[in-house]
C-alpha cells in the first residue's frame, strides 16, 4: 500500500485514524484500480477499491481482540467487474428492482435495462458498481476520512439526468464505518443509492454459513413481493410470522420453512423491511451478533426500508479472497435503501431527484464484540 496520510498540519496525532491510499490492481483492459484503507488502533480497519466505491476487506476484533475479515469479496479487480454478486459494492442508480425496468416522471416514460428476469435491478448491467469512481479526498484524523465522486452522463443505463455522486466512508476509533451518498442531477430523475456488503461476522474465512447469526431488525412491517420479487404494495405485519426479528432470532432458524409463501418465493430471506421510526433520521436498523466470534454489527440507518438479503442466490460459482467457494446463506446483505419499485408506486417513499434537492442517504456500521 501507498504512504501514510497524516492530519492537515502533517503530524500523526495520537487516537488518529491512519488513511493510506494506494494501488489494488490492474482491469483486464489496462486500467488500474487504486484503493484507500482506513485503520484505527482497535484493530479495525476498511479497505475501500476505487472499483466501483466496493468495500473489499473490512477487519473487525473479536471478543478476544483478535481481528478477521468479516465480508465476502474478491481477490482481484477484474472479479467484481465479471462476477454478479455485487460483492461490498455501491449499488446505483436505482438499488434494488424495478418492474419491468419502466418508470415515468412528468408524463414521460423511461426504460432501463432489462437485467434481473423480467425487471431492471441494482442499476442495471454497467451501474455505479462496476464503474471507476475517482479519489476525491482522504485524511487521517478522528474520524478518517475517504471521499470518491462519479458522474453518471444523462441517458446512462436509460436513467434521465446528469447525476453527481458524492460517496464519503469514515472511521472512528469507536469502531463506527459511516457511509454517507448524495447525489445531485440536472433533470428531474429517481435515485436509490446504497452498500451491498455480504457479512459474516465469524470471518469471511472460516468455513461457517451465517444461519447461526443472531439477527434484530428493528421492522415491524415489510414489503411482500410477487414471483419477481417485486413489491405487491401490501405492507404486512411480521408479528407471528418467520419475518419477526423484532426480537433476536438466528437468521437460519425458519428459513427453510416452506410453509411461508414469501420464504419460498425469496428462497430465503430477499426482502424490504420498513425501519421503525422516522426515515430521515438515523436510527437503529438491525443488530446481529455471531455468538462464537462474539462479533456483534449495529445497523443504524436514515433510509426508510432496509432490504435483508440472505444471500440465497450464492451458488458455489464464484470463488472468495480466502479461497473460499461461496454458498448460499455464506454471507447477508442488510441494503438501507428506499423500497424496490418505489417509482412505479405513488403509496411507497419518494424515489424522485429534481434539481436543486440533495439526496442524502446516510448509514453507520457500528462493530463491537459481546462477552
Ligand atoms: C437482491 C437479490 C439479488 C442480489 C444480487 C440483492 O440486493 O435483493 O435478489 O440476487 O442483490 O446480488
Redesign the pocket.
Known amino acids: 500500500m501507498g504512504v501514510l496520510v497524516v492530519n492537515s498540519l502533517g503530524a500523526s496525532v495520537a487516537g488518529a485514524v491512519e488513511a493510506r491510499r494506494g494501488e489494488f490492481g490492474t482491469l483486464a483492459d489496462g486500467r488500474k484500480v487504486e484503493s484507500v484503507e482506513l485503520a484505527n488502533a482497535k484493530g479495525m480497519s476498511v479497505r475501500i477499491l476505487a472499483l466501483g466505491g466496493v468495500i473489499q476487506q473490512l477487519q473487525v476484533p473479536d471478543r478476544h481482540g483478535k481481528s478477521a475479515d468479516v465480508v465476502l469479496g474478491y481477490a482481484t479487480a477484474q472479479q467484481y467487474v465479471d462476477q454478479?454478486?455485487?460483492f461490498g459494492a455501491t449499488?446505483g442508480r436505482y438499488?434494488?428492482r424495478i418492474a419491468a425496468g419502466k418508470f415515468s416522471l412528468d408524463g414521460k416514460q423511461y426504460q432501463l435495462e432489462i437485467n434481473?428476469g423480467p425487471n431492471h435491478?441494482?442499476g442495471g448491467k454497467r451501474g455505479f458498481d462496476k464503474v471507476i469512481w475517482k479519489i476525491e479526498s482522504v485524511s487521517a484524523g478522528s474520524p478518517a476520512r475517504a471521499v470518491l465522486t462519479y458522474t453518471s452522463a444523462d441517458g446512462e443505463g436509460g436513467y434521465p439526468g446528469k447525476m453527481q455522486v458524492t460517496a464519503t466512508y469514515t472511521l472512528n476509533d469507536k469502531n463506527e464505518l459511516g457511509i454517507e451518498y448524495r447525489a445531485t442531477t440536472d433533470k428531474p430523475t429517481i435515485v436509490n443509492i446504497t452498500n451491498?456488503s455480504y457479512f459474516n461476522l465469524a470471518g469471511e474465512a472460516t468455513p461457517t454459513d451465517v444461519f447461526g447469526h443472531r439477527l434484530t431488525l428493528f421492522a415491524s412491517k415489510y414489503t411482500p413481493v410477487n414471483d419477481t420479487?417485486i413489491p405487491t404494495g401490501e405492507r404486512r405485519a411480521v408479528a407471528g410470522t418467520v419475518f419477526d426479528f423484532t426480537k433476536p432470532h438466528t437468521i437460519g432458524e425458519r428459513i427453510r420453512d416452506g410453509r411461508d409463501e414469501q420464504l419460498r418465493i425469496?428462497r430465503g430471506y430477499?426482502h424490504n423491511y420498513i425501519v421503525d421510526g422516522e426515515a430521515g433520521q438515523l436510527r437503529p436498523a438491525a443488530r446481529v451478533e455471531e455468538p462464537q466470534s462474539g462479533r456483534v454489527l449495529e445497523l443504524l440507518a436514515s433510509a426508510p426500508g432496509v432490504?435483508f438479503?440472505s444471500g440465497?442466490?450464492l451458488d458455489a460459482t464464484s470463488t472468495g479472497k480466502s479461497k473460499r467457494v461461496y454458498r448460499q446463506g455464506d454471507g447477508f446483505?442488510l441494503?438501507p435503501q428506499v423500497f424496490p419499485d418505489s417509482p412505479n408506486r405513488s403509496d411507497f417513499p419518494n424515489a424522485r431527484l429534481n434539481p436543486g434537492q440533495t439526496y442524502v442517504n446516510t448509514l453507520v456500521l457500528r462493530f463491537s464484540a459481546a462477552p
Open positions: 454478479p454478486q455485487y449499488v438499488a434494488n434481473d435491478l441494482h451491498h420479487l425469496g430477499d432490504q438479503y440465497n442466490f446483505c441494503e
